[in-house]
C-alpha cells in the first residue's frame, strides 16, 4: 500500500470510506454530521466512483426518520446503502433500524456521537444517542481519533457485508468529527481488494425483485413470533469474530492494528480504566506519562460495543488487575449504572473474573475531559474508591465529583500549541483550517486542529486549537498552555481573559486599531501585567485597514494567517506566503480572479503593517483598574457573567435548577 498523507476532519474520513463502500446514501443534515452527506453529495455531483466503478446514488429526504426508511428499502432492495446522524436524528431511525436488522441487511449508519436534549438543548458530542440504540440489533464500533476513523470506518462496512448485520459506526461530536488531522488515507483500489464479493454477490440476490416473489414484513402471531426473534442468533454469535478478522485485514494492509477492545499500560498493571472514544487518546497519554513513572495503571479501549463479547475483553486484562474505572459518556437517570460499566461488570461476572469495578460519568454535552481529570479517575482507584462519580464537574448537591488536582501536562516535547480567539463568520476558523493543511500537506510534522464554537455560530466567539510537531498528536482536549496566542477581536481583551495559561516567552498577536503608545489605556491591566511578567513576545496589526483597503471588507482571515506564519515560524515565512497564495487560488479561483488578488494584496501588505509592541518593564507591576458599579441581578453576576467570559466550566451544579429553568430578558446584560 502506497502511503498517502492528507490532513483532514473526522467527517471526510467518514466519508471517504462511506462513500467508497455504498451503492447509495438517504440522508438528513444534523449538526455535527453533515458535512459527511453534504461531502458525498459533492462528490457524486462531480462524478467520482465508488469501488464498483459508478458515482453512488445520494437522496436527501425530508427528515431523519425519511431517511432511515429510505435506508431500509434501498437495502432490501439489493444496493448498499449508507446514512450519517446525530442526536435526536437517530433516534428518530429507531423503528427503521429494528426493521434492518430483524432483516439483516447490511447498512452502515456513521454517527457522530452527540447529546440529546434532555433539561435544554445540547449541538455538543457524548454518548446519550448512541446509546439510546443500542437495543435495537446494531452491531456498534467505535472510532477515537480521525485515522481510526478512517481505518474503522473501513471494518465496519466490511463486517457488515461479510455478517449480514447492520452497523452503526460511532465518533464523538466536533471533538473528532471536526478535529483536522494529518492521518493515512486508504486508496479505492485496496479497499476493493478486501470485500467479499461473494457476500455482496448474495446479498444482491436478496433484493426484491418481482421476478422472485416473496413475502416480507409478515405479522406474526403468539405462536411464532418468539422463534422468528431467536432465529437471527447464528449470524449474531459470529459477529465478534468476523469484526476481528477485517480488523486483521486492515492491520496488514496499513501496518496499524485493532482489537475488539485494545490494551495500553503496564503488562502488570493493577489500576485499569475502560472506555471508549476520543476520551482514549487523552487517557492513553497520561498512561504513558504515568507508566514511565512506574505507576502500574492502563487503559481498555472498547472498540466493538455490540454484540458485546465479554471473553475478548477478559482475553486482554492483565492477571494482576485489582479494580477497573469504567467512563461512561451518558447517563440513564435511575439505572443501576450507566451502560458500559454495567455491560463489564456482567461480563466480568459471566467470565468468573473476580475485580472491583467503579463507574465514572464524564463528557457531557463536550465537557472538557483533560490529563488532570485523567489522573484523578486513576487516583480514585488507589484509595477506598468513590462509585458512580462524576469528573469535570464541580457537584456541590449529590457529592459525586471528584476532587482534581490541574495544570498536569502530558504534552510531547517539541509540540508547538497555538491559539487564536475569532468572532464567528470572521474568517479565523476558515484561515485556520487552511493553515493547519498547509502545515500538515507540506511539511514533516504532525499536525491537529480543533475549534471550539459558541453555539450562536455566526456571530459568537469561536477559539482555534492548534498543535503541530514530530510526534503523533494525542490530546483530545482544549489547550491550556499556549506557545502563541492570537485575539482577532479587540473587544476581547475586555470581555475574555484571552492570555490565559500562555508560556513564558510566548508569542501574542492583536489585531487592533490601536497605536502602541494606545496600549497603555486600551489594554486592560491585568493583560499588560501578564505581558510583562511572561516577558511575551507581542506583535499588533491593524488587519481591519488592510482588508478595507484591498476590498475584503471585515475578511481579516488572510490577514492573520500571514502573521501568524510570520510570527510563529513554524515555517520559513518566505515558503509559507507561496504555500499561502497557492491555498487562494484554490479556495477563490471559482469566484473569479479579482477575489483571487483581493486576497493576494492582501497578504502582501500584512508584513509591512506587522508591528512588534516595544512594551515598558512598568506593565509588570500595574494596579487593577476600578470596575465602574453596575446594578445587575444576582444571577447575572453569578451565573451569566461567567458564562459570557468562557468560565462557565467552573460554575457548580448548585447554580442550576434541576429542570433547567432560566431567567428571561438577560440579554440586556450581554
Not at 470485500?195 to 454477490?201: G, H, I, L, Q
Amino acid at each position: 500500500m502506497a502511503k498517502m498523507m492528507q490532513t483532514v476532519d473526522g467527517n471526510t474520513a467518514a466519508a471517504h470510506v462511506a462513500y467508497a463502500l455504498s451503492d447509495a446514501a438517504a440522508i438528513y443534515p444534523i449538526t455535527p454530521s453533515s458535512p459527511v452527506g453534504e461531502i458525498c453529495d459533492e462528490w457524486a455531483a462531480n462524478g467520482r466512483e465508488n469501488i464498483f466503478g459508478q458515482p453512488v446514488l445520494i437522496r436527501q429526504m425530508q427528515s431523519e426518520a425519511g431517511a432511515a426508511a429510505a435506508v431500509h428499502g434501498s437495502l432490501a432492495a439489493g444496493a448498499l446503502t449508507s446514512s450519517f446522524t446525530a442526536s435526536q436524528g437517530l433516534l428518530l431511525m429507531i423503528p427503521n433500524m429494528y426493521k434492518m436488522s430483524g432483516e439483516l441487511l447490511p447498512g452502515v449508519l456513521h454517527v457522530t456521537a452527540r447529546a440529546i436534549a434532555a433539561h435544554a438543548l445540547s449541538i455538543f458530542g457524548d454518548h446519550q444517542d448512541v446509546m439510546a440504540v443500542r437495543q435495537t440489533g446494531f452491531g456498534m464500533l467505535a472510532s477515537a481519533s480521525v485515522q481510526e476513523v478512517m481505518d474503522l470506518s473501513l471494518v465496519t462496512h466490511l463486517a457488515s457485508i461479510e455478517s449480514s448485520v447492520p452497523f452503526v459506526h460511532f465518533f464523538d461530536g466536533f471533538r473528532t468529527s471536526h478535529e483536522i488531522q494529518k492521518i493515512e488515507m486508504i486508496d479505492y483500489a485496496d479497499m476493493a481488494a478486501l470485500v467479499n464479493m461473494d457476500a455482496v454477490a448474495k446479498f444482491r440476490a436478496r433484493g426484491v425483485n418481482p421476478e422472485r416473489p416473496e413475502l416480507r414484513g409478515t405479522a406474526q402471531n403468539p405462536d411464532i413470533y418468539f422463534q422468528g426473534r431467536e432465529a437471527a442468533n447464528p449470524y449474531y454469535l459470529k459477529v465478534p469474530g468476523v469484526v476481528a478478522h477485517y480488523m486483521q485485514k486492515v492491520a496488514e494492509l496499513t501496518g496499524r492494528h485493532y482489537r475488539l477492545f485494545d490494551y495500553v499500560g503496564a503488562s502488570d498493571a493493577e489500576h485499569i480504566v475502560v472506555a471508549m472514544g476520543s476520551s482514549c487518546e487523552t487517557i492513553e497519554e497520561v498512561v504513558h506519562h504515568l507508566t514511565a513513572k512506574g505507576q502500574k495503571v492502563g487503559l481498555v479501549k472498547v472498540r466493538l460495543y455490540r454484540p458485546f463479547s465479554p471473553e475478548h475483553l477478559v482475553d486482554i486484562l492483565p492477571e494482576t488487575a485489582r479494580t477497573l474505572t469504567v467512563l461512561d459518556r451518558t447517563k440513564e437517570p435511575g439505572a443501576l449504572g450507566d451502560p458500559l460499566y454495567l455491560d463489564v461488570c456482567v461480563g466480568l461476572m459471566e467470565q468468573g473474573r473476580n475485580i472491583k469495578v467503579l463507574n465514572g460519568r464524564y463528557g457531557l454535552g463536550s465537557k472538557e475531559f483533560n490529563p488532570s481529570m485523567v489522573k484523578a479517575v486513576y487516583d480514585n482507584m488507589t484509595g477506598a474508591g468513590k462509585n458512580h462519580f462524576t469528573v469535570g464537574i464541580a457537584d456541590d448537591v449529590t457529592h459525586t465529583s471528584l476532587e482534581v488536582e490541574t495544570g498536569l501536562d502530558v504534552s510531547l516535547e517539541g509540540t508547538v500549541q497555538c491559539k487564536f480567539w475569532g468572532l464567528g463568520a470572521d474568517g479565523t476558523v476558515g484561515a485556520n483550517k487552511s493553515a493547519i493543511k498547509i502545515i500538515g500537506d507540506n511539511t514533516d510534522m504532525y499536525a491537529q486542529a480543533y475549534f471550539a464554537y459558541d453555539s450562536k455560530k455566526s456571530g459568537g466567539v469561536t477559539i482555534s486549537h492548534l498543535r503541530f510537531g514530530k510526534s503523533l498528536i494525542q490530546s483530545t482536549y482544549l489547550i491550556d498552555t499556549a506557545d502563541y496566542i492570537a485575539c482577532h477581536n479587540p473587544a476581547y481583551v475586555h470581555i475574555y481573559d484571552v492570555l490565559e495559561g500562555i508560556k513564558s516567552g510566548g508569542t501574542f498577536m492583536l489585531n487592533s486599531p490601536w497605536t502602541v503608545e494606545e496600549m497603555q489605556t486600551r489594554l486592560p491591566a491585568a493583560m499588560r501585567r501578564t505581558i510583562a511578567k511572561k516577558k511575551l513576545k507581542f506583535f499588533n496589526i491593524d488587519a481591519v485597514k488592510i482588508a478595507g483597503a484591498v476590498g475584503l471588507g471585515g475578511r481579516i482571515n488572510m490577514i492573520m494567517q500571514t502573521a501568524f506564519f510570520k510570527a510563529s515560524g513554524v515555517l520559513p515565512v518566505g515558503q509559507a506566503l507561496e504555500l499561502l497564495k497557492k491555498e487562494i487560488k484554490k479556495m477563490f479561483g471559482r469566484k473569479g480572479d479579482k477575489i483571487v488578488q483581493m486576497n493576494v494584496d492582501a497578504v502582501d501588505r500584512t508584513l509591512d503593517h506587522l508591528v512588534a509592541v516595544d512594551y515598558p518593564e512598568s506593565w509588570a507591576g500595574v494596579s487593577d483598574d476600578a470596575p465602574a458599579p453596575v446594578e445587575v441581578p444576582a444571577w447575572v453576576t453569578e451565573v451569566m457573567q461567567p458564562i459570557l467570559a468562557q468560565k462557565g466550566d467552573r460554575l457548580p451544579v448548585s447554580v442550576f435548577t434541576p429542570d433547567g429553568l432560566f431567567p428571561v430578558g438577560t440579554t440586556q446584560y450581554e
